[in-house]
T-cell receptor, first 114, second 114 residues
Framework: DQQVKQNSPSLSVQEGRISILNCDYTNSMFDYFLWYKKYPAEGPTFLIS?????DKNEDGRFTVFLNKSAKHLSLHIVPSQPGDSAVYFC?????????????FGQGTTLQVKP | DVKVTQSSRYLVKRTGEKVFLECVQD?????MFWYRQDPGLGLRLIYF???????EKGDIPEGYSVSREKKERFSLILESASTNQTSMYLC?????????????FGPGTRLTVL
């Protein structure tokens, strides 16, 4: 059972426009959410995170929104740049066992066209 | 900067061979993780370790084992490689600390089993 789902395998956006990547989850015990970015042949790198007690977190061009009632989060990239083309993974943490484990979604491949 | 290194970037092995993938982190992190990444399936946890000589199964441990003899080093072992273990293997590590969530990833090992 997939607890974290990214239902859009790919997204194509024009440079300068907004990119919106979506993620849904099923476990209401998740207390922290993260977004990672991955280029081909490299490991994922941390992008931005949000605690379940907040509904928005912003870092430069990147903003993450959390809607707990809908169990939905989204990553907004404004303005999008060609260098943002990568695979984006959302991840969620349930810290009941304090293991640091994260559960990842399937990933969304973002292409930003010049 | 935290550095997580993996012993090989690319590896080609034959069916039935024993395969060792090694991961080393330099930040004294307690927890280390092994994932495999496959298209459309995201990152799936194979095993993780929360201390030296301690390990727990992840979501897909079948066909794999792990070893953690030193805090900085976490090895993934494929006892008898099979073609369905062709994948990108990613190692990660993290602190265990209240409010700390980020996992740091290595560059990955692309394993092909012929």
């Amino acid at each position: 059972d997939q607890q974290v789902k990214q239902n859009s395998p790919s997204l194509s956006v024009q440079e300068g426009r907004i990119s919106i990547l979506n993620c849904d989850y099923t476990n209401s015990m998740f207390d922290y959410f993260l977004w990672y970015k991955k280029y081909p042949a490299e490991g994922p790198t941390f992008l931005i995170s949000i605690s379940s007690i907040k509904d928005k977190n912003e870092d430069g061009r990147f903003t993450v929104f959390l809607n707990k009632s809908a169990k939905h989060l989204s990553l907004h990239i404004v303005p999008s740049q060609p260098g943002d083309s990568a695979v984006y993974f959302c991840a969620a943490r349930s810290d009941s066992s304090n293991t640091g484990k994260l559960i990842f979604g399937q990933g969304t491949t973002l292409q930003v066209k010049p | 900067d935290v550095k997580v290194t993996q012993s090989s970037r690319y590896l080609v092995k034959r069916t039935g061979e024993k395969v060792f993938l090694e991961c080393v982190q330099d930040m004294d992190h307690e927890n280390m993780f092994w994932y495999r990444q496959d298209p459309g399936l995201g990152l799936r946890l194979i095993y993780f370790s929360y201390d030296v000589k301690m390990k727990e199964k992840g979501d897909i441990p079948e066909g794999y084992s792990v070893s953690r003899e030193k805090k900085e080093r976490f090895s993934l072992i494929l006892e008898s490689a099979s073609t369905n273990q062709t994948s990108m293997y990613l190692c990660a590590s993290t602190f265990i600390q209240q409010g700390y969530n980020e996992q740091f990833f290595g560059p990955g090992t692309r394993l092909t089993v012929l």
